[in-house]
């Protein structure tokens, strides 16, 4: 796993330590979150610190894979803070020592399940504002919504039920309204893929798979949010795999939710792929006009009936929120509370030209946009290697992806066009120009390519 480079390193005598470890974490959780930094980060170790790098250790394969992919980024520039020669972090996996784990043993069975228990029963809690009632039904969601509906009705009849749709549509939202609707007469378990893995790892760690298998496969109705986390997590399939086939096979309801539809889950064991789709397999799309003008009115009136005063919103400003922004309703929300929180602030009635500012804001300033975040998106989401993406190879596959990420560069960033061509592998600012044009042409007349850019802007500017 390790390179023997660093091996060569590890005597040099440009070895500095200087890093504060505690004090690392102690940024971390300052920067990623409570929840992030005890869920995650916290486990790392500092292994070794060279000048221009450092070793951190993990003890998984899947915390050093969904660690890299999630924070390796942003974990850089926090250690930059502290030490501004780091450029590069590598992971090493250092397995728990074997003291650990005996203790776990020593545990009673009852303790380890109430520990499952109570870790999850953390994160299964359902939102009770997200229910039936205020998921406003327009064109792109309503075979959505039927299905919803329709399984609560009828248990299993559709099994699994596969909801997908790109990010901020409504898909959670959902989930958790099947799971309010069903628990008053069901076990009802809900749970992000995300969160699924943390406690198989958890468990896996301590020594407590048998509990962790019949802990989740006690429940009648199982709703997993975001399935798409198990990609490339061949472990985390497998259990994922015999966790669905044992509610399956006792009739549990299953519900899934992706990003992607079940045949798009690329590094997804094919089995699974096809259990995925042999129920009802339903898509988000994005809302169109009357959808976001009906959620921003559903607002209003909640507003209303919340606060018992107006929101003092003028109808050509609601308007023009719901035309100008992104087809992105989580996004359509926060614009929606931005602009009503200014409003309140400046005590006045906002016209179109004060939401303009704020739009604005909200689509570039406050956003610190690199370009390489918006390489590591794009090819993700076309699940394409980065390197592959910045190669000199023309297939449409690649030259795609890479023509949409050069047009988000200049889009998303306040970087020339020679700056941005040097970030493409070295290419002519006249090459960056071309597909600026090329998507911004495709942008206007494929609906495909439209969505996309949306789904990978809103990818980009989400965290
Ligand atoms: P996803 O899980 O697809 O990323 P969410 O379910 O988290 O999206 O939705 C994002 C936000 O938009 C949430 O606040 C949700 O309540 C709201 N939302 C999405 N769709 C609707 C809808 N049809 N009606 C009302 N609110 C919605
Ligand atoms: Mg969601």
Redesign the pocket.
Known sequence: MEKTSLKANSTSILEEKVLDWDSVQRSFSESFGAEIHDSWLKHISLVKEYNDHVVLGVKTRFFRDWITSRYADKILSELKKHKLSINRIEFRIEPENSNNSKVAFNNSALNKISDIKNSVLNYNRLNP??NFD?????KS?NLG?LSAKKICSQLSRYNPLFIY????????????SIGLELSQKNKVMFISAERFMYQFIKSIKKNEMVNFKDFFRKANVFII??IQFIRGKEGLQEEFFHTFNTLFDQSSQIVI?SDRAPNKLDRVQDRIKSRLSGGLVVD?GT?DYD?KLN?LK?RISDYQSTFKENPDLAEEVVDYIAKYSNF???E??GIFNRVVAYGKMSKRSLNVSDCKIILKDVYNTSKVVSIDKIQTVTSNFFSISLADMLSPRRSRPLARPRQMAMYLAKKLTPRSLPEIGRKFANRDHTTVIHAVKTIQKLIENNDEMRKNVEEIKSLILSD
Do not use: A, E, Q
């Open positions: 504002n997200l205020n998921f406003v039904v327009g969601n919504f749709g790109g990010v901020g549509l409504g898909k959670t939202h959902l989930l958790n949010d975001d939710s988000i809302p959808l959620i559903k992105n309703i989580r359509l929300i």
